[in-house]
């Protein structure tokens, strides 16, 4: 297969300043102290009720510089939130026009190589890398496809989209990605409290994200189990479709 690339239709926010790390630690559910320069990692960003604001990626492009993109629609809401909890730290957030370009195909990461805003797009495969940055320093390799083609490689991937699979206010067991998008070890943060609650006592959303294979179906239709409707299908792939499954069900599989 060779590669393909598109940009695709995700917001950007730049963080920046002498306190960036440490504030995006202090925020974020996952484990943002250890990221190195020139890395990325993927977040849940909480409210303080520990309902979700925000399934975001961070990128780390300097010491000081960091980007959150997210899918497109949700960056406003996402300054305010953090805005909120900024108080003295030495950090400034703001929307940027930067873009994020999408490489899918065998060997992907490879062919692309290093270089600056090179971001892990879903779990890390060999084939799919994305590049965060301004459009005059974006590689161009391969074929250039519709954006549509990549939402299908992430649908294929069993990695659900913000505002589509998760939904904002969701429980954040509800998104599968926890062992991804949340870390276990690190301080607190906010909502911190309602996700280590429901994981010591094995606590279980009432609608979960899962992978069931496409057959047929589309967005929005109906997942039946023993005559009964259990769920809807929200994204789809080439091979796999992701719905909201009722946690009662046994349809389909986990993302992970």
């Given at each position: 297969?060779?590669?393909?690339?598109?940009?695709?239709a995700r917001?950007?926010i730049?963080?920046?300043g002498?306190?960036?790390?440490?504030?995006?630690?202090?925020?974020?559910?996952?484990?943002i102290?250890?990221?190195?320069?020139?890395?990325s990692?993927?977040?849940?960003?909480l409210?303080?009720?520990?309902?979700?604001?925000?399934?975001?990626r961070?990128v780390?492009?300097?010491?000081?510089?960091?980007?959150?993109?997210?899918?497109?629609?949700?960056a406003d809401e996402?300054?305010?939130?953090?805005?909120r909890?900024v108080?003295?730290a030495k950090?400034?957030?703001?929307r940027?026009?930067w873009?994020v370009?999408?490489?899918?195909?065998t060997?992907?990461?490879?062919e692309?190589?290093?270089?600056?805003?090179?971001?892990?797009?879903?779990w890390?495969s060999?084939d799919?890398?994305?590049?965060v940055?301004?459009v005059?320093?974006?590689p161009?390799l391969?074929e250039?496809?519709?954006?549509?083609?990549?939402?299908?490689?992430?649908?294929d991937?069993?990695?659900p989209?913000?505002?589509?699979?998760v939904?904002v206010?969701d429980i954040p067991?509800?998104?599968?990605?926890?062992s991804?998008?949340?870390?276990?070890?690190?301080?607190c943060y906010?909502g911190q409290e309602?996700v280590?609650?429901?994981?010591s006592r094995?606590?279980?959303a009432?609608?979960?994200?899962?992978?069931?294979?496409?057959?047929?179906?589309?967005v929005?239709?109906?997942?039946?189990?023993?005559?009964?409707?259990?769920?809807?299908?929200?994204?789809i792939g080439?091979r796999?479709?992701?719905a909201?499954?009722?946690?009662?069900?046994?349809v389909?599989?986990?993302l992970?």
């Amino acid at each position: 297969m060779s590669i393909y690339w598109a940009d695709v239709a995700r917001d950007v926010i730049i963080v920046q300043g002498d306190d960036a790390q440490t504030f995006l630690h202090s925020q974020l559910a996952n484990d943002i102290a250890s990221l190195a320069v020139g890395a990325s990692i993927h977040s849940l960003l909480l409210e303080p009720t520990g309902h979700v604001s925000a399934l975001v990626r961070v990128v780390r492009h300097e010491d000081t510089v960091f980007t959150l993109d997210l899918d497109a629609g949700f960056a406003d809401e996402v300054i305010v939130r953090l805005q909120r909890f900024v108080l003295r730290a030495k950090v400034t957030l703001r929307r940027s026009d930067w873009l994020v370009r999408a490489f899918r195909g065998t060997d992907a990461m490879r062919e692309v190589g290093v270089g600056p805003g090179r971001a892990i797009p879903y779990w890390g495969s060999e084939d799919e890398i994305d590049v965060v940055g301004d459009v005059s320093l974006l590689p161009t390799l391969g074929e250039v496809t519709e954006p549509e083609r990549i939402d299908y490689s992430r649908a294929d991937a069993r990695w659900p989209k913000l505002g589509v699979d998760v939904l904002v206010g969701d429980i954040p067991g509800t998104t599968g990605i926890l062992s991804v998008a949340v870390s276990f070890t690190k301080g607190c943060y906010p909502g911190q409290e309602l996700v280590e609650r429901m994981d010591s006592r094995g606590t279980m959303a009432p609608v979960v994200v899962r992978a069931l294979p496409r057959e047929g179906l589309g967005v929005g239709a109906r997942v039946m189990e023993d005559d009964k409707s259990v769920g809807t299908v929200t994204s789809i792939g080439s091979r796999i479709a992701l719905a909201r499954i009722a946690r009662t069900s046994t349809v389909g599989e986990p993302l992970v």
